[in-house]
């Protein structure tokens, strides 16, 4: 299953849904997971893909949390089983045939989570430090955090997440949500599960210079 979260996403979903019509989603079903939006322009937008002729199985749900990425993930995950899911952001779009590939091949024995951005584990100030060690109960920290656009779980990974109570782990703000898409590699990890990235250790510059071969991000400004 493919999960899409989005907010206020009028600018960035017609592009990421076409890409997925061009490129294909490998049979997979594409759910588009609304974290809150306020926009009707968005919300119409929704309304009126679903009613469109596409290649592929496409529905719309809104997840029942604070309207983060990561609470679209985990409704996604307790509400809509499947073996495993691919979430991504509504502002990154398909660039390549074979793109599931790069994912699915990366899934061997013993991996659970496969991101396609990962950056060196730096944390933003000593808040949310302390959040992800309160909340995961650890210190330890693998070498990497995964960046919140585009990532591969398994379910019987998320499983043993959920059985460890990393998924009642729920941001209620911002600072919250970016110590959590640090901390997903530490929860995963203290659950048995490895993490192997596409690719690792961009920067911003990398980033805004377009230098991450198979995906693009715009960095635009959302309503």
Not at 58 to 74: F, H, K, N, V
Not at 113 to 128: A, G, H, K, R, S
Not at 141 to 170: M, Q, T
Request: glycine share 8%.
């Amino acid at each position: 299953m493919i999960v899409v979260a989005t907010n206020n996403g009028k600018d960035y979903l017609p592009a990421l849904l076409d890409s997925f019509r061009e490129f294909g989603t490998g049979g997979r079903k594409v759910v588009i997971m609304d974290t809150g939006s306020t926009c009707e322009v968005s919300k119409s937008y929704i309304a009126a893909a679903i009613g469109d002729d596409w290649p592929f199985e496409l529905e719309a749900d809104s997840t029942p949390y604070r309207g983060y990425d990561t609470g679209a993930y985990i409704h996604a995950y307790r509400s809509r089983p499947a073996d495993d899911y691919v979430f991504l952001q509504d502002s990154v779009m398909v660039k390549h045939e074979g793109w599931l590939n790069e994912f699915e091949s990366r899934a061997t024995h013993g991996v659970g989570c496969v991101p396609w951005l990962t950056f060196p584990m730096q944390w933003d100030n000593q808040e949310e430090v302390d959040w992800v060690r309160e909340k995961y109960r650890t210190d330890q920290w693998p070498p990497f955090g995964i960046f919140g656009p585009f990532f591969y779980a398994r379910r019987e990974a998320l499983d043993s997440l959920d059985k460890n109570g990393y998924l009642d782990i729920i941001p209620s703000r911002k600072l919250e949500q970016q110590a959590m898409e640090r901390g997903w590699s530490t929860a995963f990890v203290l659950s048995g599960w490895g993490v192997r990235p596409v690719e690792t250790f961009f920067d911003e510059t990398s980033l805004r210079g377009d230098k991450y071969r198979d995906l693009t991000k715009r960095f635009a400004v959302r309503n």
